[in-house]
């Protein structure tokens, strides 16, 4: 059975920092790009950010690039989002996702595997 487990968010403040982890099992990690994805209330979902299978190659959405780093650990069947320069609108629930092919790591409804999501709250 395959597993995407989310953790570290919480409470952020405005300018802060925060780092999510997501650790995977039931799968060959490195088999596949990973993705972050967030939902602010009332909102739908946003892809913020993406690696491809080996980490060669990072994606960001334009609404956290130069704020928000992703990279991967394969020996640890884990990706991370350190998240810097926090703003309130980054407030969302955040999920990991996993997808066969690095090409479609933007491509959110077409993901392979969801973790549950943490969440991450900026407020002062």
């Known amino acids: 059975q395959v597993q995407l487990v989310e953790s570290g968010g919480g409470l952020g403040q405005p300018g802060g920092s925060l780092r999510l982890s997501c650790t995977a099992s039931?799968?060959?990690?490195?088999?596949?790009?990973m993705s972050w994805a967030r939902q602010a209330p009332g909102k739908g979902l946003e892809w913020v950010a993406g690696i491809y299978k080996d980490g060669s190659v990072t994606l960001y959405a334009d609404s956290v690039k130069g704020r928000f780093t992703i990279s991967r650990d394969n020996a640890k069947n884990t990706v991370y989002l350190q998240m810097n320069s926090l703003k309130p609108e980054d407030t969302a629930l955040y999920f990991c996702?996993?997808?066969?092919?690095?090409?479609?790591?933007?491509?959110?409804?077409?993901?392979?595997?969801w973790g549950q999501g943490t969440q991450v709250t900026v407020s002062s």
């Open positions: 039931g799968l060959e990690f490195s088999d596949y790009a």
């Open positions: 996702a996993g997808i066969w092919d690095d090409n479609s790591l933007m491509k959110i409804h077409e993901f392979d595997y």
